[in-house]
């Protein structure tokens, strides 16, 4: 069964110590949103679930009517994030947060697959999974790293970061394209913060006067 996180274990760091890697264009169901991503009543619970509901919609399809050429049986990555501040935001205030939402998807799905899911979804679970995108992220260069503990001190793990970016002559790298981005490997609605386990990736580019 494939499972991207034996198989490409290289992208799925299991140790805090920060590394430089080249990740490569990845698809994506991916929700976009805004908001505090811990406010019960908001949107990101919401993007979740419908990320999940279309996931398991192709995940299963195989069970079905419905063929996917090449298909083969797989294993549902972990929920991954991108998120950023608005132009005129000047501190980091979680009502304000931009995001997208995300699960990675296997190389044979295609568009047409996405687009049969989410209608498939919508019908059986009788809501509306419209917002649901495919979408394609070419991140490149990154230091990445294992954070563990809660969601609040992950800026202790950036600075680790950071520094060894810098140390190997590159410096942080944020574009709209190109964001902080996050890899759940446990269930924050599940796990006591203390035992959180996160993938913090932040994109790279060769700082000035680099001598590579």
């Known amino acids: 069964m494939l499972d991207y996180k034996k198989q490409e274990k290289h992208l799925y760091p299991t140790t805090t110590q920060p590394s430089i890697r080249v990740i490569p264009r990845m698809t994506f169901l991916a929700v976009d949103g805004r908001g505090d991503p811990n406010d019960p009543d908001g949107a990101y619970d919401n993007a979740v679930e419908s990320l999940y509901a279309v996931a398991y919609t192709l995940k299963m399809s195989y069970k079905g009517n419905y063929q996917i050429p090449g298909f083969e049986q797989y294993v549902v990555p972990p929920l991954e994030g991108l998120w950023w501040l608005g132009e005129s935001d000047t501190t980091v205030v979680k009502a304000n947060l931009r995001w997208t939402s995300m699960l990675r998807l296997?190389?044979?799905?295609?568009?047409?697959d996405v687009?049969?899911?989410?209608e498939t979804a919508s019908a059986k679970k009788k809501q509306d999974f419209s917002h649901v995108r495919m979408f394609e992220y070419d991140e490149g260069m990154v230091v990445q790293a294992l954070h563990r503990g809660s969601y609040d001190t992950e800026r202790d793990s950036l600075i680790g970061m950071e520094m060894m970016a810098a140390v190997n002559h590159f410096r942080i790298d944020h574009q709209s394209n190109r964001t902080h981005h996050e890899i759940y490997l446990t269930d924050p609605r599940k796990t006591a913060p203390e035992k959180t386990k996160v993938i913090l990736r932040l994109p790279l580019t060769r700082a000035t006067g680099s001598p590579l």
């Open 106 to 112: 296997p190389d044979f799905i295609r568009s047409q």
């Open 115 to 118: 687009s049969w899911a989410i």
